[in-house]
């Protein structure tokens, strides 16, 4: 089946600097991949949705020169973190669709802990 | 995407069945029904699918009512792994269109 493989499981970094972090689809190619965000005891929020070749998504609220997005393979989404502060600590997951009609696979994610 | 309604926890025994409800009153003709769930720190797994016909497979059984408007998961034989936050998602299921996921079912499985 559909794989989605992310990277780091988890990062520590330091407040004011910039993570980034990896969702790769295995063995198959996704034009277009989600990144959700989840704080402890809540459901995943859609963040913005990342689009091989263009300009990511993002929903309402959430600030693209905060959370950059590239998609520039088709199997290859990263989501950078900038100037990290301790509210962005966080647990954050990707998504992307695969050609089985199972939906999505789901990365296992990343916590992010910003001190 | 329509909206659905979980309640927020529920138990089972180990052994028991358990059996997870979700209302999608809104939910269009095209739209399908996804159960995904979340075990701690992990990513969400697919557990299943249906349109409207009931669905079964290793993981569990989908039930879905007549006029659609709500559904039932059933793990026939709950085990403590099977503790986790369960979702159900509607959405269409060509294309790429986002999952808006709602608070979810938080089961615990008790021994």
């Given amino acids: 089946g559909a794989v989605v493989s992310q990277h780091p499981s988890r990062v520590i970094c330091k407040s004011g600097t910039s993570v980034k972090i990896e969702c790769r689809s295995l063995d198959f190619q996704a034009t277009t991949m989600f990144w959700y965000r989840q704080f402890p005891k809540q459901s995943l929020m859609l963040m913005a949705t990342s689009n091989e070749g263009s300009k990511a998504t993002y929903e309402q609220g959430v600030e693209k020169d905060k959370f950059l997005i590239n998609h520039a393979s088709l199997t290859l989404s990263t989501l950078t973190v900038t100037s990290a502060h301790p509210e962005d600590s966080s647990f954050y997951i990707c998504s992307a669709k695969g050609r089985s009609p199972e939906g999505y696979t789901f990365g296992s994610g990343t916590r992010l802990t910003v001190v | ?111």
């Fill in chain 2, 1 to 111: 995407d329509a909206k659905t309604t979980q309640p927020p926890s529920m138990d089972c025994a180990e052994g028991r069945a358990a059996n997870l409800p979700c209302n999608h009153s809104t939910i269009s003709g095209n739209e399908y029904v996804y159960w995904y769930r979340q075990i701690h720190s992990q990513g969400p797994q697919y557990i299943i699918h249906g349109l409207k016909n009931n669905e079964t497979n290793e993981m569990a059984s989908l039930i879905i009512t007549e006029d659609r408007k709500s559904s039932t998961l059933i793990l026939p034989h709950a085990t403590l792994r099977d503790t986790a936050v369960y979702y159900c998602i509607v959405r269409v299921a060509s294309g790429t269109y986002k999952y808006i996921f709602g608070t979810g079912t938080r089961l615990k499985v008790l021994a």
